[in-house]
């Protein structure tokens, strides 16, 4: 999954952060990358921050789908 910010033709930065399911607590593999110039900037914190907050796993995320439907 690429978070943040990634410039044309910019080298991604690979980092693995704990991620569980904002509902059921299921721990997610979490390989993300983002772009070498924003990773670890004060706005990629912020923002790995908030995906860590809102995250639904797979099957979570289909079954809110499906309820608002
Ligand atoms: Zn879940």
Do not use: A, W
């Amino acid at each position: 999954m690429i978070i943040g910010r990634v410039l044309e033709n910019e080298k991604r930065v690979k980092f693995d952060v704990e991620i569980h399911c904002n509902n059921c607590g299921k721990n997610v593999p979490g390989g993300l990358q983002t772009g070498e110039s924003y990773f670890q900037t004060h706005e990629f914190r912020i923002e790995l921050d908030n995906f860590k907050k809102n995250y639904l796993c797979g099957i979570c995320r289909d079954h809110n789908r499906r309820n608002q439907q």
